[in-house]
């Protein structure tokens, strides 16, 4: 009975080559075949809003749209089990749209001379072997997201590309060009500027129009006080592109920041399994974002960073040594809604992430935990930290060679103990630091503000005042656990314990400490007080007696200090 229905089905549509569908083809779940040799035309809208697994069209033949192609299917998909005869004629004008999230996936696309194909921002198009395009072809941007055409075979025809690059405004953005001989005149009347690796800045603005923005390499733009959409017009980018990069002078945490840019019309992925080509190139990737430059490395980053890479986004990389190269093709493309600045990923695991913000600006620091991790700076699992706008925070951990990180990668949670987050305060007024981490086990260090002398615990914001000028040296990571005291006399309700040079006592929520006093074991009085937290970096290493009287019980502990 299938093979009958197949075979009506196929002689259906040859049928329908002389009349086509005048009121357009819409598929609500019938699986189609269109065999070699079979021209289809649909002088409406091809639309498909199958729901059921097999609601496809299967295409060895010719698909003539005249129409907008859309697609709104939530299982199978618009063409399926399609070889290098099946192609799609666009002869009109066409939109492609729909809410499905499957990319349009095509074998063969074409578009015929004096018509229009516009693919809507967030709507991914494949196209497995060949596009032809004879006319013009728009790629979308918005506030919202971005269209993204995939090519992975061959593109031929004398048609124009049109692609859109959103802007927000008064803000600079990285950029970098989607087509083959882009002139600077894209960018004609707001502030253009290329970066130059030698003196590690970027250089004059660039006023006139016919200057060249290589394949590859990335600028620097700065919007008007308008949101802005600037088009790149002609033929897009595609297969291999070698950016060029350079070192001058010895490799360093200093030396070696180029800005080159992804030159395909949708997102790549900076992780991909092929398609690279890196060598003598660091792991970690810098992308403007807003006041902050967004850091990736090895699954880690801070301020929105991702392994996905946006259309026509720049992007930083550092070089390692002189003979340093980079290049990708086709297959480090994907379609990935990261837009200008903004991930999904989930968080990995093994990490402390610390973040401070001063309205709406913030800064964020990571240590990760990986068994490649080291105490001096490493380009394969470290990652620089880039200063951002002197109107934000900074923040960066420092390893025993003073290298400043944005991402740092230690051997063991064991390590960060004692370990300072350094933040330089651009305001002078309240600060909230967030401390969130995905370690497992017990030894979840804390911060300790060495101002306050308050300890920070994982999950809780903790509001403070931060003076501009003051010490970055201010929150250090302290022991989790009470290390250095004498567990037999922990309480339930009431803990004391030493950790760098600090004596810490967290007693229940309902509970007031009256008094605080530290003895030495021959009974004499070397500290007293009402805090929770006292600096005892003075007093010699040696047991100590601590006795705490609260509103509620009179405790004494043992400490020894090491």
């Known amino acids: 009975m299938k093979i009958v229905k197949l075979i009506i089905t196929c002689l259906f549509f040859m049928f329908l080559v002389s009349s086509?569908?005048?009121?357009?083809?819409?598929?609500?779940?019938?699986?189609?075949?269109?065999?070699?040799?079979?021209?289809?035309?649909?002088?409406?809208?091809?639309?498909?809003?199958?729901?059921?697994?097999?609601?496809?069209?299967?295409?060895?033949?010719?698909?003539?749209?005249?129409?907008?192609?859309?697609?709104?299917?939530?299982?199978?998909?618009?063409?399926?089990?399609?070889?290098?005869?099946?192609?799609?004629?666009?002869?009109?004008?066409?939109?492609?749209?729909?809410?499905?999230?499957?990319?349009?996936?095509?074998?063969?696309?074409?578009?015929?001379?004096?018509?229009?194909?516009?693919?809507?921002?967030?709507?991914?198009?494949?196209?497995?072997?060949?596009?032809?395009?004879?006319?013009?072809?728009?790629?979308?941007?918005?506030?919202?997201?971005?269209?993204?055409?995939?090519?992975?075979?061959?593109?031929?025809?004398?048609?124009?590309?049109?692609?859109?690059?959103?802007?927000?405004?008064?803000?600079?953005?990285?950029?970098?060009?989607?087509?083959?001989?882009?002139?600077?005149?894209?960018?004609?009347?707001?502030?253009?500027?290329?970066?130059?690796?030698?003196?590690?800045?970027?250089?004059?603005?660039?006023?006139?129009?016919?200057?060249?923005?290589?394949?590859?390499?990335?600028?620097?733009?700065?919007?008007?006080?308008?949101?802005?959409?600037?088009?790149?017009?002609?033929?897009?980018?595609?297969?291999?592109?070698?950016?060029?990069?350079?070192?001058?002078?010895?490799?360093?945490?200093?030396?070696?920041?180029?800005?080159?840019?992804?030159?395909?019309?949708?997102?790549?992925?900076?992780?991909?399994?092929?398609?690279?080509?890196?060598?003598?190139?660091?792991?970690?990737?810098?992308?403007?974002?807003?006041?902050?430059?967004?850091?990736?490395?090895?699954g880690s980053a801070t301020n929105g960073g991702s392994r996905y890479i946006a259309m026509e986004q720049g992007f930083f990389v550092q070089t390692t040594s002189a003979s340093a190269n980079i290049s990708m093709n086709n297959n480090v493309r994907v379609h990935n809604t990261v837009g200008y600045l903004k991930t999904d990923e989930e968080e990995p695991a093994d990490i402390l992430r610390v973040k401070v913000n001063m309205g709406v600006n913030s800064d964020e620091a990571v240590i990760a935990i990986r068994d490649n991790g080291s105490d001096i700076f490493n380009f394969e699992t470290d990652a620089v930290k880039l200063p951002g706008s002197i109107t934000s925070p900074q923040m960066h951990t420092i390893k025993t060679d003073n290298s400043q990180l944005a991402i740092s990668a230690l051997t063991q949670v064991e390590n960060v103990v004692g370990k300072y987050v350094y933040i330089d305060f651009a305001e002078t007024g309240i600060h909230q630091l967030l401390y969130t981490h995905t370690l497992t086990g017990t030894s979840i260090p804390r911060l300790f503000d060495t101002k306050t002398l308050t300890v920070v615990e994982p999950n809780s914001p903790y509001s403070f005042q931060a003076i501009i000028g003051e010490s970055s040296a201010r929150f250090q990571f302290i022991e989790s656990l009470p290390m250095s005291i004498d567990n037999s006399q922990i309480n339930s309700n009431l803990t004391v314990w030493e950790s760098n040079?600090?004596?810490?006592?967290?007693?229940?929520?309902?509970?007031?400490?009256?008094?605080?006093?530290?003895?030495?074991?021959?009974?004499?009085?070397?500290?007293?007080?009402v805090q929770s937290s006292y600096d005892i970096s003075h007093l010699s290493k040696a047991m100590y007696l601590v006795k705490v009287i609260t509103n509620k019980q009179i405790v004494t502990k043992k400490i020894i200090r090491k």
């Open 501 to 529: 040079n600090n004596l810490f006592i967290v007693c229940a929520n309902d509970e007031i400490i009256k008094q605080v006093c530290i003895y030495s074991v021959e009974g004499n009085l070397v500290s007293k007080g």
């Open 20 to 298: 086509g569908f005048s009121q357009g083809y819409i598929n609500n779940g019938a699986s189609t075949v269109i065999s070699s040799g079979t021209y289809l035309v649909v002088d409406g809208n091809f639309v498909n809003n199958t729901n059921v697994a097999n609601g496809n069209v299967n295409l060895d033949g010719t698909i003539k749209v005249n129409g907008n192609w859309i697609n709104n299917a939530s299982a199978g998909g618009v063409l399926s089990n399609v070889d290098n005869d099946g192609t799609v004629l666009f002869n009109g004008t066409t939109t492609f749209s729909g809410t499905s999230t499957a990319p349009f996936d095509f074998e063969n696309l074409s578009v015929a001379p004096s018509s229009t194909v516009t693919i809507n921002a967030n709507v991914p198009v494949t196209v497995n072997t060949n596009i032809a395009n004879s006319g013009t072809i728009n790629v979308k941007s918005i506030a919202a997201g971005n269209g993204s055409l995939l090519v992975k075979g061959v593109i031929s025809g004398s048609g124009l590309y049109k692609v859109d690059r959103y802007l927000s405004a008064s803000k600079w953005h990285l950029v970098s060009s989607p087509i083959t001989n882009a002139l600077s005149g894209v960018f004609l009347n707001i502030y253009l500027k290329s970066y130059n690796e030698a003196t590690n800045t970027f250089g004059a603005l660039i006023t006139p129009t016919t200057i060249p923005m290589p394949v590859g390499q990335g600028f620097s733009v700065w919007t008007n006080a308008a949101n802005e959409i600037r088009t790149f017009s002609g033929t897009v980018n595609n297969g291999t592109v070698t950016p060029a990069v350079q070192l001058t002078g010895a490799a360093g945490i200093g030396t070696g920041w180029n800005l080159i840019g992804n030159p395909y019309p949708s997102a790549i992925d900076w992780n991909a399994a092929s398609g690279w080509t890196k060598t003598g190139i660091a792991n970690s990737v810098y992308v403007w974002n807003n006041n902050q430059y967004a850091t990736f490395i090895n």
